[in-house]
Protein backbone atom coordinates (compact mmCIF):
# COMPACT_ATOMS: atom_id res chain seq x y z
CA UNK A 1 0.00 0.00 0.00
CA UNK A 2 1.30 3.40 -0.60
CA UNK A 3 -0.07 7.27 0.11
CA UNK A 4 0.18 9.94 -1.93
CA UNK A 5 -0.04 13.31 -0.54
CA UNK A 6 -0.35 16.27 -2.98
CA UNK A 7 -1.05 19.74 -2.74
CA UNK A 8 -4.45 21.71 -4.10
CA UNK A 9 -4.96 25.23 -4.81
CA UNK A 10 -8.28 25.92 -3.77
CA UNK A 11 -10.47 27.41 -6.77
CA UNK A 12 -13.53 29.64 -6.90
CA UNK A 13 -16.72 28.34 -8.39
CA UNK A 14 -19.61 31.06 -9.29
CA UNK A 15 -20.20 33.80 -7.29
CA UNK A 16 -18.80 32.53 -3.77
CA UNK A 17 -18.50 28.60 -4.00
CA UNK A 18 -14.58 27.47 -3.50
CA UNK A 19 -13.87 24.48 -4.75
CA UNK A 20 -10.73 21.74 -4.74
CA UNK A 21 -10.10 19.03 -7.19
CA UNK A 22 -9.18 15.49 -7.05
CA UNK A 23 -6.06 13.94 -9.22
CA UNK A 24 -7.51 11.86 -11.81
CA UNK A 25 -5.30 9.05 -10.57
CA UNK A 26 -7.41 9.16 -7.12
CA UNK A 27 -10.66 9.21 -8.73
CA UNK A 28 -9.93 6.19 -10.93
CA UNK A 29 -8.66 4.27 -7.98
CA UNK A 30 -11.58 4.89 -5.68
CA UNK A 31 -14.20 4.19 -8.59
CA UNK A 32 -15.47 8.54 -8.39
CA UNK A 33 -16.80 9.96 -11.55
CA UNK A 34 -18.89 12.96 -12.36
CA UNK A 35 -21.81 13.59 -10.02
CA UNK A 36 -20.92 10.85 -7.49
CA UNK A 37 -20.92 11.86 -3.34
CA UNK A 38 -18.47 11.78 -1.53
CA UNK A 39 -18.18 11.74 2.15
CA UNK A 40 -16.09 15.40 4.07
CA UNK A 41 -15.47 14.52 7.65
CA UNK A 42 -14.27 17.49 9.13
CA UNK A 43 -12.32 16.73 12.42
CA UNK A 44 -11.59 20.04 14.39
CA UNK A 45 -7.81 21.07 12.43
CA UNK A 46 -8.32 19.04 9.14
CA UNK A 47 -11.05 17.46 7.04
CA UNK A 48 -10.66 14.09 5.14
CA UNK A 49 -12.64 12.76 2.31
CA UNK A 50 -14.02 9.30 2.10
CA UNK A 51 -15.30 7.61 -1.37
CA UNK A 52 -19.23 6.45 -0.77
CA UNK A 53 -19.94 3.67 1.34
CA UNK A 54 -16.30 3.67 2.83
CA UNK A 55 -15.58 0.91 5.34
CA UNK A 56 -11.92 2.15 5.63
CA UNK A 57 -9.07 -0.08 5.40
CA UNK A 58 -7.49 -2.47 7.56
CA UNK A 59 -4.60 -0.92 9.98
CA UNK A 60 -1.00 -1.57 8.31
CA UNK A 61 1.87 -0.73 10.43
CA UNK A 62 4.27 0.22 7.57
CA UNK A 63 3.99 2.04 4.40
CA UNK A 64 5.72 3.18 1.27
CA UNK A 65 5.05 6.58 0.31
CA UNK A 66 6.49 8.63 -2.68
CA UNK A 67 8.34 11.64 -1.81
CA UNK A 68 9.04 14.41 -4.26
CA UNK A 69 9.73 17.19 -2.44
CA UNK A 70 6.33 19.33 -2.82
CA UNK A 71 5.68 18.46 1.18
CA UNK A 72 8.18 18.80 4.13
CA UNK A 73 9.18 15.58 5.22
CA UNK A 74 8.14 17.09 9.32
CA UNK A 75 4.96 17.47 7.70
CA UNK A 76 4.44 14.20 6.18
CA UNK A 77 5.77 12.59 9.26
CA UNK A 78 2.87 14.44 11.47
CA UNK A 79 0.18 13.09 8.96
CA UNK A 80 1.35 9.23 9.22
CA UNK A 81 1.92 9.24 12.53
CA UNK A 82 -1.61 10.38 13.33
CA UNK A 83 -2.78 7.40 11.26
CA UNK A 84 -1.19 4.93 13.17
CA UNK A 85 2.09 4.11 11.40
CA UNK A 86 5.01 2.33 12.97
CA UNK A 87 7.41 3.22 10.20
CA UNK A 88 7.65 3.80 6.70
CA UNK A 89 9.68 3.64 3.50
CA UNK A 90 10.36 6.79 1.07
CA UNK A 91 12.40 6.54 -2.04
CA UNK A 92 14.41 10.11 -2.15
CA UNK A 93 14.27 10.69 -5.91
CA UNK A 94 16.00 13.23 -7.38
CA UNK A 95 18.38 14.28 -4.16
CA UNK A 96 21.94 13.87 -4.49
CA UNK A 97 24.29 12.52 -1.77
CA UNK A 98 24.04 16.36 0.39
CA UNK A 99 20.51 16.36 -0.31
CA UNK A 100 19.59 13.04 1.31
CA UNK A 101 21.82 13.72 4.06
CA UNK A 102 19.89 16.89 4.96
CA UNK A 103 16.50 14.38 4.85
CA UNK A 104 18.22 12.04 7.13
CA UNK A 105 18.91 15.30 9.49
CA UNK A 106 15.26 16.57 9.11
CA UNK A 107 13.75 13.04 10.10
CA UNK A 108 16.31 12.34 12.85
CA UNK A 109 15.17 15.77 14.46
CA UNK A 110 11.25 15.60 14.45
CA UNK A 111 10.54 14.09 18.13
CA UNK A 112 8.21 11.15 16.65
CA UNK A 113 11.12 9.29 14.85
CA UNK A 114 12.34 6.54 16.56
CA UNK A 115 15.17 5.35 14.26
CA UNK A 116 16.52 6.10 10.39
CA UNK A 117 18.14 4.09 8.49
CA UNK A 118 19.48 4.39 4.75
CA UNK A 119 18.99 1.32 2.25
CA UNK A 120 19.79 1.26 -1.51
CA UNK A 121 17.72 3.82 -2.90
CA UNK A 122 15.46 4.04 -0.40
CA UNK A 123 15.18 5.07 3.22
CA UNK A 124 13.13 3.85 6.73
CA UNK A 125 12.19 5.73 8.85
CA UNK A 126 10.57 4.04 12.04
CA UNK A 127 8.14 6.23 14.47
CA UNK A 128 7.02 6.31 18.04
CA UNK A 129 4.03 3.89 18.70
CA UNK A 130 1.04 5.47 18.52
CA UNK A 131 -1.92 3.07 20.14
CA UNK A 132 -3.96 2.74 16.65
CA UNK A 133 -7.30 1.54 18.92
CA UNK A 134 -7.13 4.61 21.28
CA UNK A 135 -10.38 6.21 21.74
CA UNK A 136 -9.61 9.44 20.08
CA UNK A 137 -8.77 7.37 16.58
CA UNK A 138 -12.20 5.48 17.15
CA UNK A 139 -14.37 8.49 17.75
CA UNK A 140 -13.21 9.54 14.51
CA UNK A 141 -14.63 6.87 12.66
CA UNK A 142 -17.43 6.74 14.18
CA UNK A 143 -18.50 10.33 13.84
CA UNK A 144 -17.89 8.80 10.10
CA UNK A 145 -20.98 6.26 10.37
CA UNK A 146 -22.63 8.82 12.48
CA UNK A 147 -22.46 11.10 9.18
CA UNK A 148 -23.64 8.07 6.77
CA UNK A 149 -26.64 8.01 8.55
CA UNK A 150 -27.78 11.74 8.51
CA UNK A 151 -26.62 11.88 4.63
CA UNK A 152 -28.98 9.02 3.97
CA UNK A 153 -31.79 11.05 6.14
CA UNK A 154 -31.43 13.56 4.40
CA UNK A 155 -31.57 11.96 0.79
CA UNK A 156 -34.87 10.22 2.13
CA UNK A 157 -37.28 12.05 -0.30
CA UNK A 158 -35.16 12.24 -3.25
CA UNK A 159 -32.75 9.21 -2.82
CA UNK A 160 -34.41 6.27 -0.34
CA UNK A 161 -32.33 3.90 1.26
CA UNK A 162 -33.11 0.11 1.75
CA UNK A 163 -33.55 -0.97 5.82
CA UNK A 164 -30.52 -3.33 5.00
CA UNK A 165 -28.52 0.10 4.12
CA UNK A 166 -29.29 1.61 7.31
CA UNK A 167 -29.16 -1.54 9.69
CA UNK A 168 -25.06 -2.12 8.32
CA UNK A 169 -24.14 1.48 8.99
CA UNK A 170 -26.18 1.09 12.55
CA UNK A 171 -24.43 -2.10 13.63
CA UNK A 172 -20.77 -0.53 12.24
CA UNK A 173 -21.57 2.13 14.63
CA UNK A 174 -22.51 0.57 17.75
CA UNK A 175 -19.33 -1.85 17.01
CA UNK A 176 -17.17 1.26 17.12
CA UNK A 177 -19.20 2.76 20.19
CA UNK A 178 -18.75 -0.98 21.81
CA UNK A 179 -14.82 -0.61 20.87
CA UNK A 180 -14.48 2.89 22.19
CA UNK A 181 -16.04 1.44 25.71
CA UNK A 182 -13.42 -1.21 25.85
CA UNK A 183 -10.35 0.81 25.29
CA UNK A 184 -11.86 3.05 27.97
CA UNK A 185 -11.97 0.49 30.41
CA UNK A 186 -8.17 -0.62 29.37
CA UNK A 187 -6.46 2.53 29.63
CA UNK A 188 -8.55 4.31 32.31
CA UNK A 189 -9.06 7.67 30.38
CA UNK A 190 -11.25 10.54 29.57
CA UNK A 191 -11.76 13.25 27.40
CA UNK A 192 -9.54 15.25 30.00
CA UNK A 193 -6.84 13.39 29.25
CA UNK A 194 -4.70 12.31 25.99
CA UNK A 195 -6.52 11.36 23.20
CA UNK A 196 -10.14 10.06 24.16
CA UNK A 197 -13.87 10.77 25.15
CA UNK A 198 -16.03 11.06 28.04
CA UNK A 199 -15.89 7.60 29.28
CA UNK A 200 -19.61 8.03 30.86
CA UNK A 201 -21.05 8.87 27.21
CA UNK A 202 -19.94 5.55 25.86
CA UNK A 203 -23.38 4.18 26.38
CA UNK A 204 -25.09 7.06 24.54
CA UNK A 205 -23.32 6.44 22.03
CA UNK A 206 -24.40 3.54 21.48
CA UNK A 207 -28.23 4.69 21.92
CA UNK A 208 -27.62 7.45 19.11
CA UNK A 209 -26.86 5.51 15.90
CA UNK A 210 -30.42 3.50 17.09
CA UNK A 211 -32.47 6.32 17.20
CA UNK A 212 -31.58 7.94 14.12
CA UNK A 213 -32.62 4.17 12.55
CA UNK A 214 -36.10 4.82 14.35
CA UNK A 215 -36.73 8.57 13.25
CA UNK A 216 -35.75 7.56 9.62
CA UNK A 217 -38.12 4.99 9.47
CA UNK A 218 -41.12 7.27 11.26
CA UNK A 219 -40.03 10.06 8.98
CA UNK A 220 -40.62 7.41 5.75
CA UNK A 221 -44.31 8.06 6.32
CA UNK A 222 -44.62 10.73 8.48
CA UNK A 223 -43.99 14.90 7.33
CA UNK A 224 -41.41 15.93 9.69
CA UNK A 225 -40.35 18.63 8.37
CA UNK A 226 -36.84 18.92 5.98
CA UNK A 227 -35.78 21.84 7.58
CA UNK A 228 -35.84 19.82 10.93
CA UNK A 229 -33.73 17.26 9.79
CA UNK A 230 -31.27 19.28 7.79
CA UNK A 231 -30.90 21.26 11.43
CA UNK A 232 -30.67 18.37 13.23
CA UNK A 233 -27.65 16.73 10.91
CA UNK A 234 -25.76 20.46 11.56
CA UNK A 235 -26.27 20.07 14.97
CA UNK A 236 -25.18 16.35 15.53
CA UNK A 237 -22.12 17.09 13.51
CA UNK A 238 -20.86 20.03 14.76
CA UNK A 239 -21.29 17.76 18.31
CA UNK A 240 -19.25 14.77 17.07
CA UNK A 241 -16.83 16.91 15.35
CA UNK A 242 -16.35 18.66 18.84
CA UNK A 243 -15.69 15.40 20.36
CA UNK A 244 -13.44 14.09 17.33
CA UNK A 245 -11.24 17.45 17.41
CA UNK A 246 -11.14 17.67 21.25
CA UNK A 247 -12.97 21.45 20.68
CA UNK A 248 -14.69 22.73 23.70
CA UNK A 249 -15.72 25.96 21.46
CA UNK A 250 -17.21 22.94 18.94
CA UNK A 251 -19.00 21.52 22.05
CA UNK A 252 -20.05 24.47 23.25
CA UNK A 253 -21.80 25.57 19.99
CA UNK A 254 -23.41 22.11 19.66
CA UNK A 255 -25.00 22.76 22.87
CA UNK A 256 -26.09 26.03 21.90
CA UNK A 257 -28.02 24.34 18.73
CA UNK A 258 -29.42 21.34 20.97
CA UNK A 259 -31.17 23.88 22.76
CA UNK A 260 -32.74 25.97 19.66
CA UNK A 261 -34.13 22.83 17.94
CA UNK A 262 -35.17 21.90 21.50
CA UNK A 263 -37.21 25.09 21.58
CA UNK A 264 -38.65 25.01 17.79
CA UNK A 265 -39.09 20.75 18.29
CA UNK A 266 -41.40 21.78 21.05
CA UNK A 267 -43.32 24.35 18.58
CA UNK A 268 -44.28 21.70 15.96
CA UNK A 269 -47.98 20.97 15.92
CA UNK A 270 -47.93 17.17 14.17
CA UNK A 271 -49.97 14.52 14.75
CA UNK A 272 -50.29 10.48 13.87
CA UNK A 273 -46.88 9.25 12.76
CA UNK A 274 -45.65 12.56 12.35
CA UNK A 275 -45.81 12.77 16.34
CA UNK A 276 -43.98 9.70 17.04
CA UNK A 277 -41.30 10.88 14.85
CA UNK A 278 -41.35 14.35 16.81
CA UNK A 279 -41.24 12.26 20.06
CA UNK A 280 -37.72 10.69 19.15
CA UNK A 281 -36.49 13.74 17.81
CA UNK A 282 -36.59 15.25 21.34
CA UNK A 283 -35.70 12.06 23.25
CA UNK A 284 -32.26 11.96 20.52
CA UNK A 285 -31.79 15.87 21.77
CA UNK A 286 -31.84 14.38 25.27
CA UNK A 287 -29.05 12.20 24.77
CA UNK A 288 -26.93 14.37 22.28
CA UNK A 289 -27.01 16.99 25.18
CA UNK A 290 -25.99 14.22 27.41
CA UNK A 291 -23.32 13.86 25.48
CA UNK A 292 -22.28 16.80 25.10
CA UNK A 293 -22.36 18.51 28.52
CA UNK A 294 -20.50 15.51 29.64
CA UNK A 295 -17.13 15.73 27.24
CA UNK A 296 -16.82 18.98 27.58
CA UNK A 297 -14.07 19.22 30.96
CA UNK A 298 -11.11 21.29 31.61
CA UNK A 299 -8.58 19.20 29.87
CA UNK A 300 -10.30 19.75 26.62
CA UNK A 301 -8.46 22.22 23.65
CA UNK A 302 -10.58 25.97 23.55
CA UNK A 303 -9.75 25.52 19.97
Given amino acids: MSISIVKRRIQKLGGSSLIVTLPKPWAKRYGLDVGDTVVVLDEGDHIKIF ?99 LDVMEGLRTDPAGEE ?3 G ?29 EPTAVGELIVVPTMLKKIYIETKSSTLPEELIRRLKLTTLELFGGIAGKSTKRLSAAIKMIGELETDVDKLEIGGRGAVAVGLVKGLLVVLRSIAESSICEGASLG
Wanted: hydrophobic fraction near 40%; charged fraction near 25%; include cysteine.
Fill in 165 to 167: VID
Fill in 51 to 149: PPDSRGSPFMESVRVKHNGDMPLSLMINCLYLKGYRKFVISPHNLDAEGVMKLIEEARAHPKVRSVSLGFNEMEISLEANEPDNAAKLMRYYNIKIQEL
Fill in 169 to 197: IVQEAIMIARTIGRTMRKHGISLCQPEAV
